[in-house]
């Protein structure tokens, strides 16, 4: 009887990656139905990613610091010792393209990625701008992956119980990467809007990591009535707020593509810092403003996206 194939899919960045890779591995399964499939990944994701219905296995250790030589010498035994036969990088970095090196002769896996050597190439032509999804299934169709596979997020589910939400409900995510600060609309913007949510009947509920949990604090002084959840939350506890959420409001951050990914009604705001075009969340209502300077985005502009999507979803 002949062995299964053994796949093996490297992705390694922050959440909002994660999520846009999220179809890219369902079309994965979908094409090697009855292969062995690992992914790769970083330990705050690890543990969510096993929930999911694509991986036999999980890595989590995939991303050791350069200086980290023991590290990066257990990682390439374990990589070796996986017998992969095909590998889907979808990191596409330069330290993921190192890893093609890890193997050796004839115990190379076909390689799919932009690492020199590899057996499916991928090649973005000079000066192509695509939307980081499109860009994967690009990759993808290299190796004979064409049909795209709709996000799917049923196996990220949790019981929100103990924290006695009220019926209706709005998220607001005034964090982002702790380094680009020009990502953050005011936190005391995000005061303001609350206290508008307040007056159409919708309680507002800030979420965030347990060290964004300061900008909770000017949301709850200008309405009162807002429920602060900063570090509490798991990735299946969050994915569950953003099916019962009516609307989610949020900064170009991991969780606003979560909301978007989930079917939650989505208002999303970008500065210079990055482009929507490349990296909006996508979902079933997703809106984006855009402002160079964030500061400069008057609480009319999101609050009237926002009504239109307690209208249109």
Request: glycine share 10%; hydrophobic share 40%; with cysteine.
């Amino acid at each position: 009887m002949s062995q299964p194939e053994r796949i093996l899919i490297i992705k390694l960045s922050a959440l909002g990656n994660a999520i846009l890779s999220l179809g890219p591995f369902a079309a994965i399964r979908a094409h090697h139905p009855g292969a062995e499939i690992t992914v790769l990944t970083t330990p705050p994701y690890a543990g969510w990613l096993a929930r999911a219905p694509w991986f036999d296995h999980t890595i989590g250790d995939g991303r050791p610091a350069w200086w980290d030589i023991l590290g990066m010498l257990r990682l390439r035994a374990t990589l070796r010792a996986g017998g992969f036969t095909r590998v889907y990088d979808l990191q596409t970095s330069g330290r993921s393209s190192r890893y093609f090196r890890f193997f050796r002769g004839d115990a190379r896996p076909e390689w799919c990625g932009i690492a020199p050597g590899a057996s499916h190439p991928h090649r973005m032509p000079k000066g192509a701008r695509l939307h980081d999804i499109d860009r994967q299934y690009a990759q993808l169709a290299v190796a004979g992956i064409t049909e795209r596979a709709p996000v799917d997020l049923s196996w990220s589910a949790a019981d929100l119980t103990r924290f006695g939400l009220p019926p209706r409900i709005a998220l607001l995510v005034p964090g982002s990467s702790a380094h680009r600060p020009g990502k953050r609309w005011p936190a005391s913007r995000y005061g303001e809007l609350a206290r508008w949510l307040v007056t159409k009947g919708i309680v507002p509920v800030v979420v965030g990591t347990a060290g964004e949990a300061p900008l909770a604090q000017p949301i709850q002084a200008a309405a009162p009535e807002t429920i602060d959840l900063t570090g509490q939350t798991s990735l299946p506890e969050l994915t569950e707020l953003t099916r019962i959420a009516a609307v989610a409001i949020g900064n170009d951050t991991g969780p606003m593509h979560l909301a978007a990914a989930s079917g939650c009604a989505s208002v999303v705001l970008f500065s210079h810092d990055s482009d929507p075009k490349l990296c909006a969340p996508r979902g079933r209502w997703v809106r984006t403003l855009q402002a160079a300077d964030l500061t400069t985005l008057p609480l009319s502009a999101v609050s009237g996206a926002v009504d239109d999507a307690l209208k249109g979803h």
